[in-house]
């Protein structure tokens, strides 16, 4: 490989040219060997964040990420493969209920999933708080689970997309997330390595999620679209509203047991409207002719998310962890929640001690926020509206803070507010 001196490239994509395939090659491959220091990355990313990357560039750049590491396949199994990835939001556990209920309905779920960073829950943090299981599982069991129980959600290894582990650590602490090109790069060279054939993704918009404006989170989803087909990879995008958090709990132990109450017939309508969605995509893409509502109704979903719990060493039996402390907010008077932010629940949750503010931070299982009400409904005066779960008592004032302002009671429910916004297919 061509070797090139980095302030030159810094430089150029500084003033606005656009990279060579050999140069994005040899940048990555250098950064990954440690060749390329730290500081000079991050001043190609803030480069990047402000001249962009054209759809050449980013097809290269994605597909060098993916080359610092390994390509995994699941070509032998006896299923259809289908992924989803959702760009991470308030309440989000769809996860939880979706891999089940797609694989009740014949298809390979393999979900490599992260774990949660600021006010964002991440989808392993949640299943820890089921006794006994573990997110670490061996290459060759991941293909006997998907094989047999069809669902497997665990930690990518080490091999996967190392350049991108790099420099999304970079990337977080030097104010360079927020750039289209490199969330959707880094995003899809982990999808696209893992060996998915189809791919579904959730692109949140709204206070909670990352793009907080409809039009970038379009533009997000169009981008990884276009990377997905051009890498040869089915890909469809739901853009979808993160502006109220999704279901009735955010935080940990709290999730699940939601989840488990979508697979029993139950569940917040928000929840099981978007679950649905996303499995009839990800049915589709498999090319599975299978109706994912009757795979729920019949609890054909539930003995699956069991048998799924159970193959990584979980009890779906067991009682979830409770937290030590409570605080209930009550209604101020009679009326409607006309508003619920999703940054302020989101906010307060991880304050109570549900997510994370370093990477190797511990989480509380039990933390979260539980609400009582969704937007639209009647409250009642000195109605609970939200309860405050902790282990630690301490946390209570900082996180009733964070949710301070973020909702409001008034005379009129208000209009409902659509959940799915826009389908992006390639
Ligand atoms: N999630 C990722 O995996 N990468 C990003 O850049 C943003 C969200």
Redesign the pocket.
Known sequence: MSSYDVVDLIRAKRDGRRLGPDEIDWLIAAYTAGEVAEEQMAAMAMAIVFRGLDAAELTRWTEAMIDTGERMSFAGLNRPVVDKHS?GGVGDMITLPLAPIVAACGAAVPQLSGRGLGHTGGTLDKLEAIPGWSPDVEPGDLIRLLDEVGAVICAPGPGLAPADRKL?ALRDVTGT?ESIP??AS??MS?KIAEGTPALVLDVKTGSGA?MRQREQAVELARTMVGLGRRSGVATVALVTSMAMPLGRAAGNAVEVAQAVEVLNGRGPSDVVELTLALAREMLTLAGLDADPAEALASGRALQTWRAMIRGQGGDPDAALPRARHQRVIEAPRDGFLTRLDALAVGVAAWRLGAGRARKEDPVQAAAGVLWHAGVGERVRAGQPLFTLLTDTPERFDRAAQALEGGWSVGDEPGEPQPLLLERIAG
């Open positions: 760009t999304y997330v490199l969330i880094s995003i982990k990352f």
